[in-house]
């Protein structure tokens, strides 16, 4: 976005959801069975603002199951029916959680499968921090589900932590098309409506399934995998905006190709990248179908790093998914510095440069508070500007410890690991990844940036000042180095001292870790000038102290 438990009897379980934020099942009810495949089925009445459909889930039991749990909105869902087998089952829904007992108690490891039939209305306006079915207009509808809203238009096991593969199909009223993720199987249709039935072959988590429907136009156009292997990339947009779309997606098979060499291939080749332009703040990575709002289409390439940011999530969080909220800079702030890394390909290291100095750039605190999140079901903590924000200067921080080819062989190493391609990832998994690769230990580095939670700063103030003497043979340089708010939070970090002459510049590397702590330099000339950090690799306020 540019935003084990025992089965218990229901009463009991009912009491443990009502008592649980409302934001989500507590993870002991999301625990007992892994969804493979849900196929949904579903009509939009975009003028009535209504829907209603039915869901087909598959899963295996993880331990003896007697009952299947789905999250379900009480506000927007009304459940018609339920059957596991060829028989209705009795459910309840409470709570936003359908309860709905099997036909026998199943096993570990065996598949089993229910079907609920529904309809819904919609109380979503379109806002950024909501989500759920958008019926902005009479012939427009779109969803965004991040990062609970799934539930709200369709039953389903809400959470990010069970991908499963997914099929989609959608009728909608006569002229209009149904945009979903993966790849369009077929159409069909009678004289008022048609049906667009979509279809997955990758695992999706819920909050990246998606629909958007409108009266679109569709323009097309191919990218060519790493080993020539093409792939259709399509653009849905409203009639009055082909051409400017034609501008503003100029770039976009050069993104997946700056990807795909930087990170590894486009990870769905076999299906697609879709973008459709959708009403309000809808902007959102779904897998393969790119939602991006009509604000955004303006025809002179002002957004691009939107269109950057929204591409680069089918690599940072799509093919390896935040394990849950907490972990949403995973997803959003490696998605953020990709920005930042398609500048340094495309316009320079310059470009790069002043979009970190960009993201630096707000008054000591804006971004304090740590990376990593407290809560796996606040919005505004999952989401707050610190996990884009400070998330990206973490990653380019990293690569300033650990340099350029260790840090994109980190990247590639972790995206590549088969034990989470497809799946799912948490912070441990990246430090580990980064460890292995740096070989040694960066516990302290992830401590400070993504973990600390220190409220009143973000990063360190250093004042400094430096003296010179000469020896026999040489010039001695003195920097004496403090950290003003080491009371607050004491940081760790290595830095470039760049000591001029008159004819030279030496680049020295420290590590400063302690409150005031003092570093000793040798040049061959008289010295005029020292610098710290000339590339800008710490993020930190630094003051020359006065009456130097």
């Known amino acids: 976005m540019s935003r084990c438990l025992r089965v218990l009897r229901l009463p009991i379980l009912l009491f443990l959801i009502s008592s649980a934020a409302p934001a989500g099942a507590p ?112 012939d427009r509808a779109a969803t965004i589900s991040e990062p609970n809203f799934a539930r709200t238009w369709w039953p389903c096991k809400d959470h990010p932590s069970d991908k499963a593969t997914v099929a989609v199909t959608i009728t909608v009223p006569k002229p209009l098309t149904a945009v979903s993720n993966g790849l369009l199987m077929n159409t069909s249709g009678d004289d008022s409506t048609s049906t667009f039935a979509w279809r997955t072959a990758y695992p999706t988590a819920t909050y990246l399934v998606s629909i958007a429907a409108a009266d679109y136009r569709k323009i097309t156009e191919t990218y ?42 486009y990870p769905f080749l076999n299906e697609k990248l879709s973008y459709a332009e959708v ?35 089918q690599w940072w969080g799509n093919l390896l998914t935040p394990v849950d909220w907490r972990h949403t800079w995973l997803s959003e702030g490696f998605a953020t510095y990709a920005e930042a890394l398609y500048r340094e390909f495309t316009y320079g290291r310059k470009s790069y440069d002043k979009y970190i100095e960009y993201l630096m ?38 690569r300033g410890v650990v340099r350029d080819s260790l840090f994109f062989m980190i990247m590639r190493n972790y995206l590549n690991d088969a034990d989470h391609r497809y799946g799912n990832v948490s912070t441990e998994d990246f430090i580990r990844e980064c460890e292995r690769g740096y070989g040694g230990n960066l516990r302290w580095f992830f401590d400070e940036w993504v973990f600390a939670s220190t409220d009143s700063i973000d990063r360190p103030e250093y004042e400094y000042q430096w003296t010179s003497r000469k020896n026999d ?63 800008n690799y710490v993020f930190k306020i630094l003051k020359k102290k006065e009456g130097d």
């Open 224 to 265: 060519t995998g790493l080993d020539g292997k093409k792939m259709t990339v399509l653009y849905y947009v409203y009639p009055a905006h082909v051409e400017k779309a034609r501008r503003d997606f100029e770039s976009t098979t050069n993104i997946l190709q700056f990807f795909a060499r930087t990170f590894c291939e």
């Open 279 to 313: 009403d309000g703040d809808l902007t959102m990575e779904n897998q393969t179908a790119i939602s991006i709002q009509q604000s955004i289409i303006t025809g002179d390439q002002t957004s691009e790093s939107i269109i950057v940011h929204e591409t680069a999530h």
């Open 27 to 138: 993870d002991s009810l999301i625990r007992l069975y892994d969804v493979t495949h849900y196929d949904l089925s579903i009509r939009l009445n975009l003028v009535r603002k209504t829907f209603d459909g039915s869901v087909l889930v598959t899963a295996r039991a993880l331990e003896p199951l007697k009952e299947i749990l789905l999250h379900a909105s009480n506000e927007t869902l009304t459940i018609d029916s339920v059957k596991s087998g060829d028989r209705r089952r009795p459910f309840h829904h409470q709570h936003g959680i359908i309860a709905a007992s099997l036909p026998m108690t199943a096993m570990s490891q065996e598949t089993v499968s229910i079907q609920v039939w529904y309809h819904g209305i919609s109380n979503f306006q379109g806002e950024y921090d909501a989500g759920g079915v958008f019926f902005s207009a009479p």
């Open 473 to 535: 043979r040489a010039f001695v340089v003195r920097l004496d180095l403090t950290q003003t708010r080491a009371s607050l939070q004491l940081f760790r970090m290595p830095m470039s001292v760049t000591v001029s002459t008159l004819h030279t510049a030496r680049v020295f590397t420290v590590t400063d870790s302690l409150a005031q702590q003092s570093f000793a330099f040798t040049v061959e000339e008289q010295p005029i000038a020292v610098e710290i950090d000339t590339e």
């Open 361 to 398: 750039s707000g008054e000591q605190g804006q971004l304090a508070g740590p990376v990593f999140g407290r809560s796996d079901t606040a919005f505004w903590d999952s989401f707050h500007p610190r996990v884009y924000t400070k998330g990206a200067i973490a990653l380019h921080m990293l």
